[in-house]
């Protein structure tokens, strides 16, 4: 019995040492607590980590419309310039988002205004709306005669407020 002289005897629940229980684990509060904390923050983080994949899907989509308009700048621009030979009617506008990729014989040689037509980050294809000249400008369906604008097909709204297709 010389431990009982120390004052410290062993017990299932930790060591007595001078009439204190000294606990060798959490208590149920204390993981209770903690528990509480951690999900608090899980419950902050998880819709921080939704406004960022949505605000980088829009980023994404605001680049591969203003890669495709460009494209179709350049494309105009050279019709312009009488690089090639266009069609009478489609105001030396490209007739479709293929012959960006595909591109024109230039003097014997292929030129492009477009690698590949992007994906829609928020559709998920490479269907894009179309208008041409001819359309009216906040009409959805597309009249074929060349391609003037591009949008999305989406129906979302943005972090802003407005709908993807306005964009």
């Known amino acids: 019995m010389q431990a009982k002289n120390l004052m410290q005897v062993r017990s299932r629940r930790g060591v007595r040492h001078s009439g204190r229980l000294l606990s060798k684990g959490f208590t149920l509060i204390e993981l209770i607590v903690a528990t509480a904390i951690l999900v608090i923050l899980t419950g902050l983080a998880v819709p921080m980590a939704r406004v960022a994949i949505k605000r980088e899907r829009e980023r994404e989509l605001r680049r591969d419309l203003w890669e495709m308009r460009d494209a179709i700048d350049r494309y105009k621009d050279a019709a312009e310039r009488g690089a090639f030979q266009i069609k009478v009617g489609t105001e030396q506008y490209p007739p479709d988002l293929e012959t960006l990729v595909n591109g024109v014989d230039v003097g014997g040689k292929k030129v492009r205004f477009l690698r590949k037509i992007p994906i829609d ?19 959805d369906s597309w009249g074929g005669q060349n391609v003037f604008d591009v949008f999305t097909k989406s129906q979302g709204t943005g972090l802003d407020g407005t709908e993807y297709k306005t964009w």
Request: hydrophobic content about 20%; glycine content about 10%.
């Open 121 to 139: 980050p928020m559709t998920g294809n490479t269907e894009w709306g179309l208008r041409s000249v001819q359309d009216d400008p906040n009409s």
